[in-house]
Antibody
């Protein structure tokens, strides 16, 4: 059974940093592209960043470029999102999601972890 | 970036109804469109990919179609479990983008 479990969400002050993790199990992690998708309270879905299976290709939304860094450790089946210079508008539930058969849509999602940026 | 315009934002319907949700892409996305269902407090669930391909395990009352840059999700014979929010997503190119969402409510 495919499982994605996010952790690391917390309350952080504006300008602060946070590192999210997503532990994967039930599939060959290194064979799949992975993404982070976020959802602000009461709002829609926003794609944040994507990473190929071998980390050769990395993409970011303009809203986080230069502040967030996506990475993965295939030996530990874990995806990461390092978030720096956090702003109030980064407040959201952050989901990790597995790339589906067409790589860039998402066939499995984690349960999400809440990041709150506030003073 | 490709923009996705989804309508309506809210839809009121009854059990047994046939409902349709539309997404219009701002450019050609070559059928690279997915539909997701999301219930409150839960992660999204993939329903359809490549505009009309039903994800494994998804009931056949869900279907997807396309006409040019306009994409439609249709739910026939609406069931109580279908009252939720629905999102389209284009994946032709990065930045990946979602529609604004449609909430299907009980009339």
């Amino acid at each position: 059974e495919v499982q994605l479990v996010e952790s690391g969400g917390d309350l952080v002050q504006p300008g602060g940093s946070l590192r999210l993790s997503c532990a994967a199990s039930g599939f060959t992690f290194s064979s799949y592209a992975m993404s982070w998708v976020r959802q602000a309270p009461g709002k829609g879905l926003e794609w944040v960043s994507a990473l190929s299976g071998s980390s050769d290709y990395i993409y970011y939304a303009d809203s986080v470029k230069g502040r967030f860094t996506i990475s993965r450790d295939n030996s530990k089946n874990t995806l990461f999102l390092q978030m720096n210079s956090l702003k109030s508008e980064d407040t959201a539930v952050y989901y990790c999601a597995r790339g589906g058969i067409d790589y860039k849509h998402f066939d499995y999602w984690g349960q999400g972890t809440l990041v709150t940026v506030s003073s | 970036d490709i923009q996705m315009t989804q309508s309506p934002s809210t839809l009121s319907a009854s059990v047994g109804d046939r409902v349709s949700i539309t997404c219009r892409a701002s450019g050609n996305i070559y059928s690279r469109l997915a539909w997701y269902q999301q219930k409150p407090g839960k992660a999204p669930k993939l329903l359809i990919y490549r505009a009309s391909n039903l994800e494994s395990g998804v009931p056949s009352r869900f279907s997807g179609s396309e006409s040019g840059t306009e994409f439609t999700l249709t739910i026939s014979n609406l069931q109580p479990d279908d009252f939720a929010s629905y999102y389209c997503q284009q994946y032709d190119s990065y930045a990946l983008t979602f529609g604004g969402g449609t909430k299907v409510e009980i009339k």
